[in-house]
């Protein structure tokens, strides 16, 4: 392994057989490891005998950590990010430690695996030729602003959201977008994984009747599709 790289490393969405050899060996390699918590990563490392200095980096402590991190790879050590699940950097931490890596000329390898909105994707059975990824809609302000916007998107729209507000989402999308065919993606690859398929009234409809539990990927059809 060369050092002064920083890996970004995806780690899985839930199921642990879906890491990949080559995260198994560069987690097992580096020199320390930055994680949004250090306690999910440890259970982790823990599963597959790994060792490893862990170094919390998340939204609150990121600004504070990143020279921090920039000193040690460019002394020469090696670093891999991650995040609690999935792919770092997307709707996670660690954009700005990626961007001033690069500016140091501190080489960034990527180390691909699972991610939540891709994998919902392949399942959802709409189409996926073109797409637009929004992550997590804003909580409040701005919110409403947003949904408008979403709802002139002629492609595929792909959100995230919480099992606190995911009855609320639901409620939106039939308010802003009542025509368009929805997925919701819940607890990917994890023992209750399911996905719900309807309109958004259908979906409010059976809503007493689900599970509302884990993580969710709520995936919007393309505005001029239609189910076959």
Same mark, same amino acid.
């Given at each position: 392994?060369?050092?002064?790289?920083?890996?970004?490393?995806?780690?899985?969405?839930?199921?642990?057989?879906?890491?990949?050899?080559?995260?198994?060996?560069? =987690?097992?390699?580096?020199?320390?490891?930055?994680?949004?918590?250090?306690?999910?990563?440890?259970?982790?490392? *823990?599963?597959? /005998?790994?060792? !490893?200095?862990?170094?919390?980096?998340?939204?609150?402590?990121?600004? *504070?950590?990143?020279?921090? &991190?920039?000193?040690?790879?460019?002394?020469?050590?090696?670093?891999? =990010?991650?995040?609690?699940?999935?792919?770092?950097?997307?709707?996670?931490?660690?954009?700005?430690? &990626?961007?001033?890596?690069? /500016?140091?000329?501190?080489? +960034?390898?990527?180390?691909?695996?699972?991610?939540?909105?891709?994998?919902?994707?392949?399942?959802?059975?709409?189409?996926?030729?073109?797409?637009?990824?929004?992550?997590?809609?804003?909580?409040? !302000?701005?919110?409403? *602003?947003? =949904?408008?916007?979403?709802?002139?998107?002629?492609?595929?729209? +792909?959100?995230?959201?919480?099992?606190?507000?995911?009855?609320?989402?639901?409620?939106? =999308?039939?308010?802003?977008?009542?025509?368009?065919?929805?997925?919701?993606?819940? /607890?990917?690859? !994890?023992?209750?994984?399911?996905?719900?398929?309807?309109?958004?009234?259908?979906?409010?409809?059976?809503?007493?009747?689900?599970?509302?539990?884990?993580?969710?990927?709520?995936?919007?059809?393309?505005?001029?599709?239609?189910?076959?």
């Amino acid at each position: 392994m060369q050092k002064s790289n920083l890996y970004i490393v995806a780690t899985p969405i839930g199921n642990l057989h879906d890491i990949t050899s080559r995260a198994l060996s560069v =987690l097992s390699e580096v020199d320390f490891i930055c994680c949004e918590d250090t306690r999910v990563t440890g259970i982790l490392l *823990k599963h597959f /005998e790994i060792k !490893k200095e862990l170094i919390s980096f998340n939204a609150r402590t990121e600004s *504070k950590k990143i020279d921090f &991190v920039l000193r040690r790879l460019e002394s020469g050590q090696s670093c891999a =990010l991650v995040s609690d699940a999935g792919t770092p950097c997307i709707s996670d931490p660690g954009v700005r430690l &990626v961007n001033s890596a690069i /500016e140091k000329d501190i080489n +960034v390898v990527g180390i691909p695996g699972a991610n939540a909105a891709i994998t919902a994707l392949s399942i959802a059975g709409i189409p996926t030729d073109s797409f637009v990824f929004e992550g997590f809609l804003p909580q409040k !302000k701005g919110r409403q *602003k947003k =949904l408008k916007e979403l709802s002139l998107e002629e492609r595929t729209i +792909v959100t995230y959201e919480s099992m606190y507000r995911i009855e609320k989402y639901l409620k939106e =999308l039939n308010e802003y977008m009542p025509n368009r065919f929805v997925v919701v993606c819940r /607890e990917l690859t !994890k023992k209750f994984e399911e996905c719900w398929r309807g309109f958004p009234q259908q979906l409010l409809d059976d809503y007493s009747n689900k599970i509302i539990k884990g993580e969710f990927v709520v995936i919007i059809a393309p505005s001029n599709w239609k189910q076959k």
